[in-house]
């Protein structure tokens, strides 16, 4: 079965990346597509949350790609799958924890009313 991000080329473009110093355009649309991809397998109840996530979890590759260690792994591809896990992991508690803090826009006032009257 194939993938739907080579891990050979991955990984090539993950050294080459490193060599410059940054990503290549390549490497940003294989790690795009692999967060895509990773996150299509999670069920959400609301589409913003799933955002949430994704974009935690990009953020976690993008802010940790230079870290990967090709003396230890030529597997780039699970790494970043790993890395991206992790991420989404992170958003979903972030999510989860603030759901009791959401600002209703039914604020009822002291005085009994809801303040439309006025208008």
């Given at each position: 079965?194939?993938?739907?991000?080579?891990?050979?080329?991955?990984?090539?473009e993950i050294i080459?990346?490193?060599a410059?110093?940054?990503?290549?355009?390549?490497?940003?649309?294989?790690?795009?597509?692999?967060?895509e991809k990773v996150i299509?397998?999670?069920y959400y109840s609301n589409p913003d949350d799933m955002m949430d996530c994704y974009q935690t979890g990009m953020e976690s590759?993008?802010?940790?790609?230079h870290q990967f260690?090709?003396?230890?792994t030529n597997n780039a591809f699970a790494y970043f799958t790993e890395i991206f896990k992790?991420?989404?992991?992170?958003g979903f508690n972030t999510v989860r924890k603030n759901k009791d803090k959401?600002?209703?826009?039914?604020?009822?006032?002291?005085?009994?009313?809801?303040?439309?009257?006025?208008?």
């Open positions: 079965m194939a993938h739907y991000v080579n891990a050979k080329e991955l990984y090539i080459v990346s490193k410059q110093g940054k990503l290549t355009r390549t490497a940003e649309k294989m790690l795009n597509l692999l967060g299509s397998k999670f590759i993008y802010r940790n790609w260690n090709p003396d230890k992790r991420g989404i992991a992170k959401e600002l209703s826009l039914d604020g009822i006032y002291a005085d009994g009313t809801d303040g439309w009257e006025k208008f």
